[in-house]
């Protein structure tokens, strides 16, 4: 692909700007911001932001199989749909709720309710955010690694918003002082959750299957469940209407030999956790949101 190997991670804009954005969210109809945004924004960014826009493109067309006006609309709501994702972040910084259908929430409670901690992957898909108001442990702490490139006011109100709820947020930083913490909050038994399709600092990754292809995936997450011989659930919380989010769980540790070598548990699990994202992309193709080429070339 010719696509950015890299993408930003960060949602623009400056700090005022999203301050007015939470204001205006208390107001304005939230259907009002969609549509304003699909004929305004979207355009523009698929005009001067080509990037984003290629990789979708040939996600679609090489990895989706559509053809060119196929891949092209669905490009379009692709982009639709992740302003959507970001305008739905900023309204539950405004105080905005949304349903939450749950499928196998039952796997979550058991683990919440025993003594030791474990480990949530999550993906760039839909919209996991929303899950961190649901998804809580009241006896042990939640503890979310969040990228420290975010914006200065996303990072602050996410912060306010999870703290209430019982969810620590660590933030990613260069010295990786944030494995630390991770290791720690496991340690104490508490709950910690970690992208599973992004490597943050660390070059360390295994190749898995994924979409008739190899791509990496950062080999961290992995490990350090197989390391702690901990469970891990990988949860994807996708878009299905207006105010309406699925929950879908995914226990990826059930059944591994424990007797394997911690690298080969990591990797069995990190294809078991391709396989579900797969799963998940393929139902939900337009809500596949890493614009950069994924695939290894």
């Given at each position: 692909?010719?696509?950015?190997?890299?993408?930003?991670?960060?949602?623009?804009?400056?700090?005022?700007?999203?301050?007015?954005?939470?204001?205006?969210?208390r107001?304005?109809?939230?259907?009002?911001?969609?549509?304003?945004?699909?004929?305004?924004?979207v355009p523009?960014?698929?005009?001067?932001?080509?990037?984003?826009?290629?990789?979708?493109?040939?996600?679609?067309?090489?990895?989706?199989?559509?053809?060119?006006?196929?891949?092209?609309?669905?490009?379009y709501?692709?982009?639709?749909?992740?302003?959507?994702?970001?305008?739905?972040?900023?309204?539950?910084?405004?105080?905005?709720?949304?349903?939450?259908?749950?499928?196998?929430?039952e796997?979550?409670?058991?683990?919440?309710?025993?003594?030791?901690?474990?480990?949530?992957?999550?993906?760039?898909?839909?919209?996991?955010?929303?899950?961190?108001?649901?998804?809580q442990?009241?006896?042990?702490?939640?503890?979310?690694?969040?990228?420290g490139?975010?914006?200065?006011?996303?990072?602050?109100?996410?912060?306010?918003?999870?703290?209430?709820?019982?969810?620590?947020?660590?933030?990613?930083?260069?010295?990786?002082?944030h494995?630390?913490?991770?290791?720690?909050?496991?340690?104490?038994?508490?709950?910690?959750?970690?992208?599973?399709?992004?490597?943050?600092?660390?070059p360390?990754?295994?190749?898995?299957?994924?979409?008739?292809?190899?791509?990496?995936?950062?080999?961290?997450?992995?490990a350090?469940?197989a390391?702690r011989?901990?469970?891990?659930?990988?949860?994807?919380v996708?878009?299905?209407?207006?105010?309406?989010?699925?929950?879908?769980?995914?226990d990826?540790t059930?059944?591994?030999?424990?007797?394997l070598?911690?690298?080969?548990?990591?990797?069995?699990?990190?294809?078991?956790?391709?396989?579900?994202l797969?799963?998940?992309?393929?139902?939900?193709?337009?809500?596949?949101?890493?614009?950069?080429?994924?695939?290894?070339?």
């Open positions: 692909m010719a696509a950015d190997k890299e993408w930003q991670g960060r949602t623009d804009g400056t700090p005022w700007m999203h301050r007015w954005l939470i204001r205006v969210m107001v304005l109809p939230l259907r009002l911001m969609y549509a304003g945004v699909a004929v305004f924004v523009f960014y698929m005009l001067f932001r080509r990037s984003g826009f290629r990789a979708q493109w040939q996600f679609f067309r090489q990895r989706m199989g559509y053809g060119r006006w196929r891949s092209f609309w669905s490009t709501r692709n982009h639709c749909q992740f302003s959507q994702v970001v305008l739905d972040r900023f309204y539950m910084f405004a105080g905005g709720r949304f349903r939450l259908d749950i499928d196998n929430m796997l979550y409670n058991h683990l919440a309710e025993q003594s030791e901690g474990f480990v949530i992957l999550s993906s760039h898909v839909g919209c996991y955010e929303v899950a961190g108001y649901t998804l442990a009241n006896d042990k702490r939640f503890n979310a690694l969040v990228f490139g975010e914006a200065e006011a996303v990072l602050e109100n996410r912060r306010r918003v999870m703290e209430a709820n019982n969810i620590h947020t660590i933030v990613t930083s260069d010295d990786m002082s494995v630390f913490l991770i290791s720690e909050a496991l340690a104490n038994g508490e709950v910690v959750s970690i992208p599973g399709d992004r490597i943050y600092g660390s360390k990754n295994v190749s898995c299957r994924f979409f008739d292809a190899q791509a990496h995936f950062p080999l961290g997450p992995f350090l469940a390391q011989s901990l469970p891990a659930l990988q949860v994807s996708m878009k299905e209407g207006y105010k309406h989010y699925h929950v879908h769980i995914n990826i059930q059944d591994i030999d424990m007797t070598p911690i690298r080969q548990r990591a990797a069995i699990m990190a294809q078991r956790f391709a396989d579900g797969e799963t998940i992309v393929r139902r939900y193709p337009t809500q596949w949101y890493n614009y950069f080429d994924f695939w290894v070339s």
